[in-house]
């Protein structure tokens, strides 16, 4: 240390350090007079330097550049303004020019005053041969100018009008143009959902003269079109518009005119982007009272807080929920699938919800006979509570809606009340056991929610054998997801072919087989190839092996594989992205259709069943008014029937419809 004291610093580094030193005080002390002399000479050239280029400013010629390029991008409608002007400027210099130096020859005319100079100057801008006339050489060279100059300016004023033009038709194509319609059914999102809930939202709107659909979404707008039109041949009366966007930024919600819809549909990929969607519609409509909102979930956590949050004019659809609802109602009875799709789309009988004054103060029973092409469910009371399959001597109040199926809202009518038929003897059945092991092939994240929808109604005798591919699912993740309180679980892993797997699943009798599509690690379009063989297999082993009667139930993720698994054999199939889209549809138009299906599918709830005719006197009844009186008389609601021997499932036939049913028939009832 001490001899680091005793060296000297060098020259070099002292100056350096003298000069910096100078520098900080120059700059601190930038405008005031220096005390030093050697400070306010070392000061001096720093500060003049810096405000030499502070003073320094861009010449005209930059700034004009610098004007130009800011206009040209702001959009070709500023620079066809300047060009209008430049073209004006032109045209008024050169009549002054004429006036003032009074030319002649123009057209071979004399002296012109300065509005016919400013009319010739004007027609040689615009026509490039009206200089042809002059006589004198100075009109002449001049008339030569002022064309040249109206060819470039009117040369550029076309070219920037058809880019103008050509920019907004490519606008036009991006689906950023405003939508001025009102009363539409708004569509936010896409998804492989969308062309099924448009192509039902079609079919509702056929009694409309004009029908609006208009879809936002963050994809191409070109594309949804041609989907859409690929996948909907006909459009009757409903006009699709279609725009890009993002669903969840209030100034795109506006741009399709949210506050003006009807109904509001949304679908998303995430519950995330579905409650910012939420959001963004209620900051314009903070209380939904506009138009009631469907929105389709993933979570029954999202399901249930979107439900308590947003209040009763939002309605949620959880997707897997519903498929597993009905994939367990499928495996209880035959043709229950077919009866839920046909309850769901618009291509048949729906249900309606209606007032029918006539009807107070008469019984429930009553009414169902008041009613010849329609069958009643239930009511809709003044309070708002949905009550279905009321007792039969349930009073008709005042301000009660009456829940049907028919197969439009015009054929809906009351006919008056009617003598009730004498109603038949009728047997008394015992319930039917349930199976006793069923198997399910293949394993999802829709797995576990079927098998718990299936444990309310199955028993303890019953075990379900789960047969997965450790090649596409985590088996050992399989017997832990699954919640169940009165049926046994197996689980067994075994990859293979479809013949394979039927093969394996054959060395033990069974009852029922569920065939689920694996979703997480093969297409959609493998999904369903496997299921389908794996159908064919397990068809071709119980015809093989004679089984007996064996249910067996698909799961499908394509709606347009439909027809292929009707070709298997299979007794039930659900189509994952059908069902849902039906259900998203229906509640579009009738959002209290939710508080009906929710009871539906509730296993507290009412349940739709077919039981054996013979229960309600089967050969005895003669026509369908006498069906529904018997089912009335055990307080059940009759829907329709089914015929055993084709598998068909009739449903609302009209009251006079002639019936011959046996036992091997069932009727279609609410209990």
């Known amino acids: 240390m001490t001899l680091q004291n005793e060296i000297p610093p060098s020259p070099q580094k002292a100056l350096r350090r003298q000069g910096k030193a100078v520098n900080r005080r120059g700059r601190s002390t930038s405008g005031s007079s220096g005390s030093g002399t050697a400070g306010s000479g070392a000061a001096s050239p720093t500060t003049a330097g810096s405000s030499s280029a502070g003073d320094s400013k861009p010449g005209v010629r930059a700034r004009l550049r610098y004007m130009f390029d800011t206009g040209l991008s702001r959009g070709p409608s500023v620079v066809i303004g300047w060009l209008g002007l430049l073209t004006l400027l032109v045209i008024l210099v050169t009549a002054l020019f004429m006036t003032i130096f009074g030319l002649v020859g123009v057209n071979g005319g004399a002296r012109l005053g300065f509005g016919e100079a400013f009319w010739q100057a004007m027609l040689r801008v615009v026509d490039a041969g009206t200089f042809a006339g002059d006589s004198s050489w100075p009109t002449r060279l001049l008339g030569l100018s002022i064309t040249l100059a109206g060819i470039f300016l009117a040369g550029s004023l076309i070219g920037l009008i058809a880019n103008s033009v050509d920019q907004r038709v490519d606008g036009l194509r991006k689906g950023r ?132 949050l947003f209040g009763p004019r939002v309605v949620t659809v959880n997707s897997d929920q519903i498929v597993a609802e009905l994939t367990a109602q499928a495996c209880r009875q035959r043709g229950l699938s077919t009866v839920f799709r046909e309850l769901l789309d618009f291509d048949g009988d729906e249900v309606y919800f209606e007032k029918f004054p006539e009807t107070t103060g008469h019984t429930f029973a009553q ?50 009340v ?210 529904v009186a018997a089912a009335s008389a055990q307080n059940q609601t009759a829907l329709g029937y089914r015929i055993g021997s084709s598998g068909e499932v009739v449903i609302n036939p009209a009251k006079s419809t002639e019936v011959q049913l046996g036992a091997k028939d069932s009727v279609l009832v609410l209990r």
């Not at 859409?228 to 919600?253: I, K, M």
């Open 367 to 416: 009414a169902q006979l008041a009613f010849e092409s329609s069958v009643l469910m239930g009511r809709l009371t003044a309070d708002g509570l949905v009550q279905l399959n009321p007792p039969a001597d349930t009073v008709l109040q005042e301000g009660d809606e009456l829940i049907g199926v028919a197969s439009d809202d015009s054929t809906f009518l009351f006919g008056g």
């Open 177 to 308: 143009s405003s939508v001025l319609e009102t009363g539409h059914t708004l569509i936010l999102g896409y998804s492989s959902r969308v062309p099924v809930i448009v192509s039902e939202l079609v079919l509702a709107n056929e009694s409309l003269r004009r029908g609006v659909v208009v879809v936002l979404a963050n994809e191409e707008k070109s594309v949804m079109e041609d989907e859409l039109r690929d996948q909907v041949r006909n459009f009757l009366t409903t006009r699709l518009v279609c725009r890009r966007g993002h669903n969840d930024e209030p100034a795109d919600l506006e741009l399709v005119n949210v506050a003006g819809a009807r109904s509001i549909i949304v679908v998303g990929d995430s519950d995330a982007v579905v409650i910012k969607t939420l959001l963004a519609i209620r900051s314009i409509d903070p209380h939904f009272e506009n138009a009631h909102v469907v929105v389709e979930t993933s979570s029954e956590s999202a399901d249930a807080s979107i439900r308590s």
């Open 418 to 627: 009617v003598d009730a038929p004498e109603i038949p003897q009728a047997e008394v059945i015992a319930e039917q056991a349930g199976p006793t092991r069923i198997l399910v092939v293949g394993w999802s994240v829709l797995g576990p929610r079927v098998l718990a929808e299936l444990d309310e109604f199955l028993t303890s005798d019953t075990v379900i054998e789960i047969i997965a591919d450790p090649e596409q699912v985590d088996v050992d993740a399989i017997e832990p997801s699954i919640l169940v309180r009165n049926v046994h679980i197996e689980v067994a892993a075994f990859g293979g072919g479809p013949e394979e797997v039927t093969a394996y699943a054959a060395r033990r009798h069974f009852d029922e087989v569920i065939v689920l599509g694996y979703r997480d690690r093969i297409s959609t379009d493998e999904a369903d190839a496997r299921t389908l063989l794996t159908l064919m297999a397990f068809n071709q082993i119980v015809e093989k092996h004679e089984l007996g009667d064996v249910r067996i139930v698909a799961e499908l993720l394509e709606q347009r594989h439909t027809p292929l698994a009707v070709a298997t054999g299979a007794d039930d199939f659900i189509v994952s992205v059908e069902l849902t889209s039906l259900l998203i549809a229906q509640l579009s138009e009738r959002h209290e259709l939710d508080l009906v299906f929710r009871d539906l599918f509730d296993p507290q709830g009412c349940v739709v069943e077919l039981r054996p005719a013979v229960a309600y006197g089967a050969e005895a009844l003669r026509t369908f008014a006498h069906v």
